[in-house]
């Protein structure tokens, strides 16, 4: 009997040494791989569609916000909801700045023309834009995304002076990169624009086999803004997430930046 409860000691800490092992090979909290889902600029739409789809399912997203189109004030109580629900409100500056004077960038007014700024123009909006977030969230710990992309002003890299403020800082370079090999403040995007849901599995079949980072661009969802997915596309993907939670890890950024910075602090 003292044989037979020997073996199935043994056998009960090899089973368990394997699941612990395997559990060590999946870098996001057991998972294979992280996705979070951002929406840009706080349209009416992310309101209308986005949110009800996401919440249908359960899963968190990071909403980008700007208030350029002047639409904040009547969008209060829905972003406040949205927060107490377990989505991140992220900046994305009060007034969405981007480098004119280029093709493709014809929407860029003069007195928005991130050529126009200083430094401290630029920094001040975004604070600004902190503390209109803070007053609807009431929280102080969130991440950032440039508007276009853009992260300078002139030849200086404005985040620089801001990396108290945030935790992270979304770019739109399209890579998956590895949990040791993210810059927390140019992390990655990849932009939906007319893609099909097979296409952004694909993005996510990817980064599982990566064990990476993936993060998502969007802007309108069925509408509400020139670079578009369809409501359809955006379900299937959300679905294909919610069919594989056992593998993915689908969080808001701000808690995926928290993750990866402790996790490369504890890096030699």
Excluded at 94 to 110: I, M, N, S, Y
Excluded at 112 to 137: C, G, H, P, Q, W
Excluded at 224 to 247: F, I, M, P, R
Aim: with cysteine; charged share 20%.
């Amino acid at each position: 009997m003292t044989c037979l409860k020997t073996i199935a000691a043994l056998l009960l800490f090899t089973c368990l040494t394997t699941i612990t092992a395997a559990q060590n090979n999946q870098p996001w909290k057991g998972k294979k791989c992280a996705v979070v889902l951002t929406y840009d600029d706080g349209l009416d739409i992310d309101i209308v569609n986005v949110l009800p789809a996401l919440d249908s399912l359960g899963l968190k997203g990071t909403f980008y916000i700007a208030n350029y189109q002047g639409r904040l004030q009547s969008q209060l109580p829905a972003w406040r909801k949205a927060a107490a629900n377990g989505h991140e409100l992220g900046n994305h500056t009060l007034f969405h700045p981007c480098e004119g004077g280029r093709a493709g960038r014809e929407f860029v007014t003069a007195d928005y023309d991130l050529n126009n700024y200083s430094m401290r123009r630029i920094t001040n909006e975004i604070k600004a834009m902190n503390a209109v977030l803070s007053a609807i969230d009431g929280k102080t710990n969130r991440t950032f995304a440039f508007p276009c992309g853009d992260n300078k002003v002139h030849d200086t890299a404005y985040i620089d002076s801001l990396r108290n403020d945030f935790t992270g800082a979304r770019g739109v370079v399209g890579t998956i990169p590895a949990i040791d090999k993210i810059d927390l403040y140019n992390l990655p995007g990849y932009g939906a624009v007319n893609n099909s849901g097979e296409s952004m599995i694909e993005w996510v079949k990817e980064a599982q086999a990566k064990q990476g980072l993936l993060v998502i661009i969007f802007h309108g969802v069925g509408g509400g803004h020139d670079l578009n997915v369809s409501l359809s596309a955006h379900s299937q993907l959300l679905h294909y997430l919610k069919q594989h939670e056992k593998d993915i890890w689908i969080a808001p950024m701000v808690d995926v930046a928290s993750f990866v910075r402790d996790n490369q602090k504890k890096r030699p």
